[in-house]
């Protein structure tokens, strides 16, 4: 087989920083090459500069056998190179042909100016038939799935006559099966000779779906393997740079805690005014982790905004340890004993622009000892943010630095640290690992069960499978605003969770 | 401890670097449109500098053009430390006039001990009051403060002019023809002038009122960095959305901080009248301090220390120019000056999103390889 890719030497210096470092990649034609490794560990960068994104320091790029400068994205596809990047990049309200043909659109009549739908429609039909990619091509995207949207991007990369595939991060959004499915549409590809290219972090897809596997750590590569050749635990350790220990050590869980979040029949909308929450019913009880285990999009978000205070409810109610807080304000809900570690770390976790110690006081900045008759305490303040640092291992030069200097694990230990020391009875961790690295997931699975073994209730949202059989005591599964069934964590199978997750009835 | 305090003031330098570097391209530039008008930038500069620090006299009449513009810098950039451009300072500032004004007819046999501080208050009540407008609209209903405040800018112009005309007037307090101007504050509640304390600042009438705008000035710095009001506010203002996450209500802190701008930029308008003035003159158009206010805020880069600076440079350009052109040089220079300042500092705003997004980059990878 012939290499349709070859990168030689590769390195790509950002001011202060080193990304790539002399990195060499092939790529076989009709092969399925994985590119592994952490957050951070320049992956995405290596192949944003194969399309075009970025431009290497140093090294040159072969397509075909042939010395190719790719100055910008429009070079990279017409040499046939398609990206499917990880937030996907479509009009929602346009139809499916639509954003196919988005920049190369087919034109007919007088002077080419009235736009050729039919042609194209016809086209999106036949390639979508050829390589099995079943979508509708009138459907708007807002109507369809997240997994019909990820079909539409790797159709429009097809559309453009696209050999080499770049797919970032592909299974990040989807449903076990959709994986599943994602993993023979590429099969049927490589089949049709095209080579694809998959960045990801997760060890059980490499294994899955990948010809070869290269490793990628701290801008070097470290192996290419085959996969054949090769196992999860080896993967791991070379993408980490030690022995890790993916199972969550953890005693069996008291089942007769005092119920501490009582959630009944919870109501809220979107902010589009739909529906997101139809009626939502659940306990948490002291000493538990209860995972709320789905899909992104079904309703995780809003459940979490209403438990917070950040969301008003349009019906149903929940209490904490008896006391009803369904109208209450955020303010009020911290007050009684609640820790929000939330998903979305930049948005609503810190304020990059303050300091670490301003970010420390959060949410407590009006108690005793950070402030009182509202003046603030700076000696107070800092101390207490060079206790949650040293505790929580932040890696960062002082407390006195911005938010935003330090990395995405970092930030969100300090995050989780905040948290903790509010010593709530309730902690709602929305997606507490999402984009952080292995040692920053050990480190945070690890707190969160020392949290669930001194008897606090947690409440874990998580769209990561792995994650929640990992720490559940119980599961249940959320779909489409509902809760669709509650299981043990020791009894929960991922095929059964995600039946579940795709609204089908697990039982049947 | 030491080490703190030196990582402190290089925080500080590197703060003032840019603005400081801008200042002086700004007048690099501004050579070189003196030369264009066949004039000497060495000369022009000098009478610039020498009418508006030659002596202590001079230096008094830049005080005084500084005055209000230190109000009126504190006001935008209270503001837009919580996330809100506050055009409307102009308004403000003519709500505060007319209160100032109307407090100094009512209660003009009150005692000069007394008096000012009262026209005071009352002027920054009247700017807090035309501010809340804005503020609530903006925190219940979500309406842009900007679009809003602009109106109010008019609205509130000609309110003053009608009410200047009408009630005000002396003709009708007082008797006699009608005038183009409102009642005279009474003695006892003008401010005093300096060169009652300081002969040496001779015919220039600055008075207390720059005192009061430095004290203010430190006032709100504490706010703003030592109380939990400032904490919130500048919360709201950097991440609305981790704020609320906080239990930070976004609604109340908009309104206060509105509210404070409002409070400031009226304050401006009744030391004006107090202090300068003493009465207030139907007008065409805005008095432009509202919007010079702007110009301050942002050089001073929102920082009530770094507004004091700002606000004293715009007193040397605005009283220099006059000499300046006494001397032949077309005062438009300094507005280019003060244009370019601008343009500079703004453009630092934009230019430095490239840097940042790289130096994000960097720093996180820097992060990861320690672990």
């Not at chain 1, 030690?242 to 089942?255: A, G, Q, W």
């Not at chain 2, 504190?74 to 109307?102: D, K």
């Not at chain 2, 003159?281 to 770094?306: E, Q, R, T, W």
């Amino acid at each position: 087989m012939t290499n349709v890719v070859e990168m030689k030497n590769i390195t790509k210096v950002f001011p202060g920083v080193v990304a790539n470092d002399q990195v060499n990649f092939e790529l076989k034609k009709g092969e399925i090459h994985v590119l592994l490794g952490e957050n951070g560990a320049g992956k995405t960068t290596l192949m944003n500069i194969l399309y075009g994104l970025y431009e290497q320091t140093d090294g040159d790029i072969f397509i075909k056998g042939q010395l190719q400068k790719i100055k910008d994205p429009s070079v990279a596809i017409s040499l046939g190179i398609g990206m499917v990047h990880q937030h996907f990049m479509l009009v929602e309200p346009f139809t499916v042909t639509e954003n196919i043909i988005l920049g190369s659109e087919t034109h007919k009549g007088f002077a080419n100016s009235v736009l050729d739908l039919e042609t194209a429609n016809k086209k999106v039909k036949e390639i979508s038939e050829l390589y099995g990619l079943a979508v509708d091509p009138s459907a708007k995207i807002q109507d369809i799935s997240v997994g019909m949207q990820q079909r539409v991007e790797i159709l429009k990369t097809l559309y453009r006559g696209a050999e080499i595939l770049i797919l970032d991060e592909p299974t990040a959004v989807l449903t076990p099966q959709e994986i599943d499915e994602l993993g023979e549409i590429l099969k049927k590809l490589v089949e049709q000779d095209k080579s694809i290219i998959l960045i990801t972090h997760k060890l059980k897809e490499v294994m899955a779906m990948s010809d070869r596997v290269t490793v990628i750590r701290r801008g070097k590569v470290i192996e290419t393997l085959d996969k054949n050749n090769t196992n999860i635990d080896e993967l791991a350790e070379l993408m980490v740079g030690r022995k890790v220990n993916l199972k969550v050590d953890k005693k069996t869980h008291e089942k007769d805690g005092d119920v501490v979040l009582k959630v009944e029949g919870l109501m809220a909308e979107d902010n589009r005014g739909s529906h997101a929450l139809k009626g939502v019913d659940f306990e948490v009880k002291s000493g538990e982790i209860f995972a709320i285990a789905g899909v992104d999009g079904n309703g995780q978000g809003q459940l979490v905004e209403v438990l917070t205070g950040l969301r008003k409810s349009t019906g149903g109610s929940f209490s904490i340890k008896g006391v009803d807080l369904s109208h209450a304000t955020t303010k009020e809900i911290l007050k009684n004993s609640v820790a929000h570690i939330p998903e979305d770390r930049h948005k609503r976790g810190l304020v990059l622009q303050h300091s670490l110690a301003e970010n420390g006081i959060l949410g407590n900045h009006l108690d005793e000892p950070f402030s009182k008759n509202g003046l603030l305490d700076e000696n107070e303040i800092h101390a207490y943010s060079k206790k949650l640092i040293d505790e929580y291992d932040v890696r960062t030069p002082s407390e006195r630095v911005q938010a935003n200097a330090l990395s995405g694990g970092n930030q969100q230990k300090f995050i989780v640290a905040r948290e903790i020391n509010r010593h709530p009875e309730l902690i709602i961790a929305s997606q507490p690992t999402r984009g952080v690295d292995v040692g920053a997931i050990e480190f945070i699975h690890r707190k969160l069960v020392e949290q669930r073994d001194q008897g606090k209730a947690i409440l874990l949202v998580s769209l990561e499978l792995d994650e929640v059989m990992a720490l559940a005591d119980r599961i249940a599964v959320i779909y489409d605003g509902k809760i669709v069934g509650v299981v043990e964590g020791s009894e929960a199978n991922e095929r059964e969770l995600g039946i579940m997750m795709a609204g089908g009835n697990a039982k049947a | 401890m030491q080490s703190q305090k030196e990582s402190k003031i290089k925080v500080a330098i590197d703060s003032i670097k840019f603005p400081l570097l801008a200042i002086v391209f700004a007048f690099i530039i501004g050579a070189f449109f003196i030369i264009w008008t066949g004039n000497n930038p060495i000369m022009a500069y000098g009478e610039l500098f020498s009418g508006s620090i030659g002596n202590i006299s001079r230096f008094g009449e830049t005080l005084l053009k500084a005055t209000p513009l230190i109000f009126t810098g504190l006001a935008v950039g209270f503001g837009y430390r919580c996330g809100l451009f506050n055009i409307g300072v102009e308004g403000q500032y003519i709500f505060g006039t007319i209160f100032a004004v109307s407090g100094g007819w009512v209660f003009r046999d009150m005692p000069g001990f007394i008096l000012p501080g009262i026209l005071l208050v009352l002027g920054a009540i009247g700017g807090a009051i035309w501010a809340f407008i804005p503020g609530i609209l903006k925190a219940k209903r979500g309406v842009n403060e900007v679009i809003i405040s602009i109106m109010l800018n008019y609205t509130a112009l000609y309110i003053a002019n009608y009410i200047v005309r009408s009630v005000l007037n002396p003709s009708i307090l007082l008797g006699g023809d009608k005038k183009a101007y409102s009642v005279m504050i009474p003695d006892q509640g003008r401010l005093t002038a300096l060169t009652e304390f300081i002969p040496s600042f001779g015919y220039s009438s600055v008075n207390t009122g720059i005192v009061i705008a430095i004290i203010m000035a430190l006032i709100i710095w504490f706010i703003l960095f030592k109380t939990t009001l400032g904490y919130e506010v500048r919360s709201v203002g950097f991440n609305p959305y981790a704020s609320e996450y906080g239990g930070i209500s976004i609604a109340k802190n908009i309104t206060l901080a509105m509210v404070i701008s409002g409070a400031l930029a009226g304050l401006a308008g009744a030391v004006t009248v107090i202090g300068l003035t003493f009465k207030v003159d139907m007008a065409s158009g805005m008095p432009g301090y509202g919007f010079d206010g702007i110009a301050v805020a942002l050089v001073g880069k929102n920082h009530p220390i770094g507004i004091l600076a700002s606000a004293l440079l715009f007193g040397i350009l605005k009283n220099g120019e006059r000499k300046m052109q006494i001397a032949g040089i077309p005062k438009e220079v300094v507005g280019i000056i003060q244009s370019i300042i601008i343009i500079f500092i703004a453009a630092e705003a934009i230019g430095s999103y490239l840097p940042d997004i790289k130096k994000k980059f960097s720093k996180k990878s820097k992060e990861e390889v320690q672990v």
